[in-house]
């Protein structure tokens, strides 16, 4: 029998770093080759205006880094996200499902909204996004202090090394 693995947790507003409300839930179900996710915000949003983007995050040398899913949808007067990812590979990110620590909901206006699979409150300040260099820059010991970790591996000049010096040298 395939182990099976669930985790609910709580999304909870920030406003300007400080855990505010519960607005809604996050359910992950693990289960052999599939992960679902299933995001539920208790919000609304004017015709017009984005929904919001999900991202799941991780920890990596005191960085909290997040790795976009899909944006929102609104359906029966709440955002939605549904989708599913590789346990042991999300997104071909080489970050696995065990590993992520929560979801974090970016919408427009400032308005952030976390769930931390422990509960505990998260600093949004140290949100970044997955970098466009992917793993080479994940592993540089310079990962976010330098311009390449912003750089597409697709650029000519994206040759990101792993443990490269940021000045290039």
């Known amino acids: 029998m395939q182990e ?21 839930f996050v359910k ?19 015709s017009g205006e984005p929904a919001g983007k999900a ?30 990812v590789d346990p042991e590979n999300i997104l071909g990110k080489g970050v696995r499902a065990a590993d992520t620590k929560g ?5 427009p206006g400032e308005r952030n909204y976390v769930a931390e699979w422990d509960d505990y409150p998260v600093d949004i300040s140290r949100f970044i996004l997955y970098p466009k260099g992917g793993q080479k820059c994940i592993q540089c010991p310079w990962f976010g202090n330098c311009e390449r970790s912003s750089e597409s591996a697709f ?15």
């Open 4 to 24: 099976y693995r669930r985790q609910i947790a709580y999304l909870y507003a920030y406003d300007q770093g400080v855990k505010m409300r519960s607005t809604g």
């Open 103 to 107: 979801v974090w909901i970016r919408r």
């Open 155 to 169: 650029d000519r000049r994206g040759k990101i090394y792993e443990r490269s010096h940021p000045a290039g040298a």
């Open 28 to 46: 992950m179900d693990m289960r052999g080759e599939s992960c679902r996710l299933g995001i539920h915000l208790k919000s609304y949003c004017c």
């Open 55 to 84: 991202y799941i995050y991780f920890y990596h040398q005191n960085r909290t880094v997040c790795i976009y899913l899909g944006e929102l949808e609104n359906r029966n007067g709440a955002l939605e996200w549904q989708g599913t």
